[in-house]
């Protein structure tokens, strides 16, 4: 008999490469896709929850819920640092793409969470591919919710290497890291993935023409948007290519043997110049004095990740759609 497929809920910030991660997830059998909640951090949330709907319509997939995500950071702030420059002011590559017909459901992304947690316990994948904010809310608001969900797949942080928003913070953790913090002090099963690790996942110049010429309704579509994501990274980074942060979290939950990871416990700079620092304690020392990182529980932090794998399967996903 094959393994009924996981259920998984993509939280995300409509953004190119999260259009890539939701359209490989739809093209992937291991994985049933059961709600979308969004969120700010490449657009603002309700930028996010109109591209989320507009994606699963590219996709004949509105029978996806969408459940709208919070506006504001876990401790109520609206000063939200968002990523247009990376994705075009449209979160989707400049193409001005009609408004959706389709609208998010009445439920907000935590209470969305919580129920579907509470629903199929310990069934539940949650993708998180944005800010930890509504993550953060659904834990604070169900102490059963930890335990209900199945695993957290987290795109975020910046494990022993540079950040991407400044040398000591990653963008999903930088948009809130008092979210962040919380997440992964919960005590769920958190897997995060880092930049450490989707910086060896580059979809190259080379490959983008072989999506342009494929028949795929995603590749097709993907080629469309990608322009803007191409162009900074060209300027950005000396990389020839663009990173697939998005596209290796959620391939993470889809084939969990693509990652190898270590466990420890993971705090997060929430003040200073280093806001949004992910910092891992691998427990090998047994400090005298009591840390902030002493009692916490451990989660797993991916340290290596099968690239040309990844690459295969989102190319061949998106090529065969
Ligand atoms: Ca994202």
Same mark, same amino acid.
């Given at each position: 008999?094959?393994?009924?497929?996981?259920?998984?809920?993509? =939280?995300?910030d409509p953004g190119i490469d999260d259009?890539?991660?939701?359209?490989?997830?739809?093209?992937?059998?291991?994985?049933?896709?059961?709600?979308?909640?969004?969120?700010y951090g490449n657009v603002y949330?309700?930028l996010a929850?109109?591209n989320?709907?507009?994606?699963?319509?590219?996709?004949?997939?509105?029978?996806?819920?969408?459940?709208?995500?919070?506006?504001?950071?876990?401790?109520?702030?609206?000063?939200l640092r968002i990523a247009d420059f990376v994705h075009g002011t449209d979160g989707l590559g400049n193409q001005?793409?009609?408004?959706?017909?389709?609208?998010?459901?009445?439920?907000?992304?935590?209470?969305?969470?919580?129920?579907?947690?509470?629903?199929?316990?310990?069934?539940?994948?949650?993708?998180?591919?944005g800010?930890?904010?509504?993550?953060?809310?659904?834990?604070?608001?169900?102490?059963?919710?930890?335990?209900?969900?199945?695993?957290?797949?987290?795109?975020?942080?910046?494990?022993?290497?540079?950040g991407n928003v400044n040398?000591?913070a990653e963008a999903n953790?930088f948009g809130?890291?008092?979210?962040?913090?919380?997440?992964?002090?919960?005590?769920?099963?958190?897997?995060?993935?880092?930049?450490?690790?989707?910086?060896?996942?580059?979809?190259? =110049?080379?490959?983008?023409?072989?999506?342009?010429?494929?028949?795929?309704?995603?590749?097709?579509?993907?080629?469309?948007i990608l322009d803007v994501y191409y162009s900074y990274h060209h300027d950005a980074y000396?990389?020839?290519?663009v990173y697939?942060h =998005?596209?290796?979290?959620?391939?993470?939950?889809?084939?969990?043997?693509?990652?190898?990871?270590?466990?420890?416990?993971?705090?997060?700079?929430?003040?200073?110049?280093?806001?949004?620092?992910?910092?891992?304690?691998?427990?090998?020392?047994?400090?005298?004095?009591?840390?902030?990182?002493?009692?916490?529980?451990?989660?797993?932090?991916?340290?290596?990740?099968?690239?040309?794998?990844?690459?295969?399967?989102?190319?061949?996903?998106?090529?065969?759609?």
């Amino acid at each position: 008999m094959p393994e009924e497929p996981k259920k998984i809920i993509i =939280d995300t910030d409509p953004g190119i490469d999260d259009a890539m991660a939701i359209f490989v997830a739809l093209e992937s059998p291991e994985v049933e896709v059961i709600g979308l909640t969004t969120i700010y951090g490449n657009v603002y949330t309700t930028l996010a929850t109109r591209n989320a709907l507009h994606l699963l319509e590219i996709a004949g997939r509105t029978d996806i819920p969408v459940a709208e995500g919070s506006h504001v950071t876990i401790t109520k702030g609206t000063k939200l640092r968002i990523a247009d420059f990376v994705h075009g002011t449209d979160g989707l590559g400049n193409q001005n793409f009609p408004p959706p017909k389709g609208k998010p459901i009445e439920q907000s992304a935590a209470d969305f969470l919580i129920e579907q947690a509470s629903c199929y316990p310990g069934k539940v994948t949650v993708v998180a591919l944005g800010p930890l904010t509504n993550i953060a809310l659904a834990i604070q608001s169900d102490p059963e919710f930890i335990k209900n969900i199945g695993q957290i797949v987290i795109l975020g942080g910046a494990f022993a290497v540079n950040g991407n928003v400044n040398p000591a913070a990653e963008a999903n953790i930088f948009g809130d890291p008092d979210a962040a913090d919380v997440v992964f002090a919960s005590g769920a099963d958190v897997l995060a993935v880092g930049i450490n690790v989707t910086h060896q996942v580059v979809l190259t =110049d080379a490959d983008r023409e072989k999506l342009a010429m494929s028949n795929g309704r995603f590749a097709q579509y993907l080629c469309k948007i990608l322009d803007v994501y191409y162009s900074y990274h060209h300027d950005a980074y000396s990389t020839k290519g663009v990173y697939l942060h =998005d596209p290796t979290a959620l391939l993470a939950a889809v084939n969990p043997s693509l990652v190898t990871y270590t466990e420890g416990v993971v705090r997060v700079q929430t003040i200073g110049i280093t806001r949004g620092l992910t910092l891992f304690y691998n427990k090998q020392k047994r400090f005298g004095e009591v840390t902030e990182w002493s009692d916490k529980p451990s989660i797993k932090v991916a340290v290596t990740v099968d690239a040309p794998a990844v690459v295969n399967l989102v190319m061949e996903r998106l090529m065969n759609s």
